[in-house]
């Protein structure tokens, strides 16, 4: 477990080490991590961003912490670790693009924190509006605004557009204030797998696609997600599920001009899509490796398809038991200032739901077979406005070719 923290002043005494300390016992925490210090630099203003590692954790365990050093302590908090294994029940919460103002999902967030209602965050690209705004002081309100969430639940995030920054290659805010696991095989942190009972997931670069000379960078990545999910098709008695996490979408009924809609877009989500003749695309590696969900925002609605591949939808019988072909989630309506996202008067034939109002998913893993889905309406009481079983046979094999 990573534990992140921000501090505005230096340590009175160069000599202080600063630390997590933790343990089963709210009122004794006898266990401690040292913590490395960022000096985080940005815009004239500047502030101390410490890492620590907490290693050796008791599985199904609630631990009790507090953050700082001999110089002044935080309130105590507390995380619960999962299970030991790989089948076990957990739910996700799953969102992009909320902001600082007109958040709508906040209130409902920081009840399912608080009340267990998941276990962990994938927040899929766009912070704030914006990490970097006014000298990075709406990046500092907004991880304010998110504390009682991401003090307690782990929070896995992917940059989405509203994480550029200066030039196309910064993403200077997203880089120092969020940790994720290392990629072995670019120094960059956009993208990413880890493992949660079974379910492997895979957090992807949509941004890249928007580079200028992507060529490289676009390559680097999908050579390590054409082995990344070559090793978790293979260790599907593990991790039965794959789902991978983008911002930008490459299947969307966006209606042309909207919220999200820059001029590009077509002809680069085709491109992400699909790939030319200098980069390759996102969908035949998912196809290939028989990616089961893939969850993106950017779209300022909800936007749930039939299974989809290669633009044919699967809707014979159950379409979504034994699924043909990966199913695609649009959760970018958490809430921000740039409102909804308008349709298209008619859906298109992949498209099975769509609802044009704030919310967030709750993917409920239930265990090697079966995954519940529930999209909730921000907009109304937290009520669920869709909701979808996802079912395989154990030991099922997509024969997508």
């Given at each position: 477990m990573v534990i992140m923290w921000t501090t505005m002043q230096a340590l009175n005494n160069p000599s202080t080490v600063p630390q997590v300390v933790y343990g089963v016992n709210p009122f004794y925490l006898k266990s401690s991590s040292n913590a490395s210090i960022n000096k985080f630099v940005y815009n004239g203003g500047q502030q101390y961003i410490y890492t620590a590692t907490l290693q050796n954790l008791t599985p199904a365990t609630r631990y009790y912490y507090q953050v700082g050093s001999t110089e002044g302590w935080s309130s105590t908090w507390n995380f619960t670790t999962f299970p030991s294994g790989n089948n076990f029940p957990y739910t996700i919460a799953i969102f992009g693009d909320l902001g600082m103002t007109d958040g709508a999902s906040y209130p409902f967030l920081k009840q399912g924190a608080a009340n267990n209602q998941f276990d962990i965050v994938f927040h899929i690209g766009d912070f704030a509006y914006n990490l970097f705004t006014n000298g990075g002081k709406v990046g500092d309100e907004w991880m304010r605004e998110m504390q009682e969430i991401m003090a307690t639940k782990p929070y896995m995030v992917i940059a989405g557009n509203h994480e550029w920054e200066s030039d196309q290659l910064n993403f200077t805010n997203y880089r120092n204030r969020f940790s994720v696991p290392i990629n072995n095989a670019y120094n960059d942190s956009q993208f990413y797998?880890?493992?949660?009972?079974?379910?492997?997931?895979?957090?992807?670069?949509?941004?890249?696609?928007?580079?200028?000379?992507?060529?490289?960078?676009?390559?680097?990545?999908?050579?390590?997600?054409?082995?990344?999910?070559?090793?978790?098709?293979?260790?599907?008695?593990?991790?039965?599920?794959?789902?991978?996490?983008?911002?930008?979408?490459?299947?969307?009924?966006?209606?042309?001009?909207?919220?999200?809609?820059?001029?590009?877009?077509?002809?680069?989500?085709?491109?992400?899509?699909?790939?030319?003749?200098?980069?390759?695309?996102?969908?035949?590696?998912?196809?290939?490796?028989?990616?089961?969900?893939?969850?993106?925002?950017?779209?300022?609605?909800?936007?749930?398809?039939?299974?989809?591949?290669?633009?044919?939808?699967?809707?014979?019988?159950?379409?979504?038991?034994?699924?043909?072909?990966?199913?695609?989630?649009?959760?970018?309506?958490?809430?921000?200032?740039?409102?909804?996202?308008?349709?298209?008067?008619?859906?298109?034939?992949?498209s099975a739901q769509r609802i044009d109002r704030f919310g967030y998913t709750l993917l409920h893993v239930y265990n090697n077979t079966h995954l519940y889905m529930e999209q909730i309406d921000a907009s109304n009481n937290g009520t669920v406005m869709d909701s979808v079983w996802i079912t395989k046979d154990q030991g099922f094999q997509r024969n997508f070719w």
């Open positions: 797998s880890f493992n949660v009972g079974p379910v492997h997931y895979v957090g992807i670069s949509s941004e890249y696609y928007f580079y200028e000379n992507i060529e490289p960078i676009v390559n680097a990545q999908y050579q390590w997600l054409v082995n990344d999910l070559k090793t978790a098709d293979s260790n599907r008695q593990n991790q039965p599920w794959i789902i991978a996490g983008q911002h930008r979408p490459y299947y969307s009924s966006e209606k042309e001009n909207s919220c999200c809609n820059e001029v590009v877009d077509n002809y680069v989500n085709y491109k992400m899509k699909d790939g030319d003749s200098t980069v390759p695309g996102l969908e035949k590696p998912y196809l290939d490796n028989a990616v089961d969900m893939v969850f993106w925002g950017h779209v300022h609605s909800y936007e749930r398809t039939y299974p989809v591949a290669n633009m044919t939808a699967y809707k014979d019988g159950n379409p979504y038991h034994n699924p043909k072909a990966p199913v695609y989630i649009c959760t970018g309506g958490a809430g921000s200032q740039e409102g909804h996202t308008n349709f298209k008067h008619s859906p298109s034939p992949w």
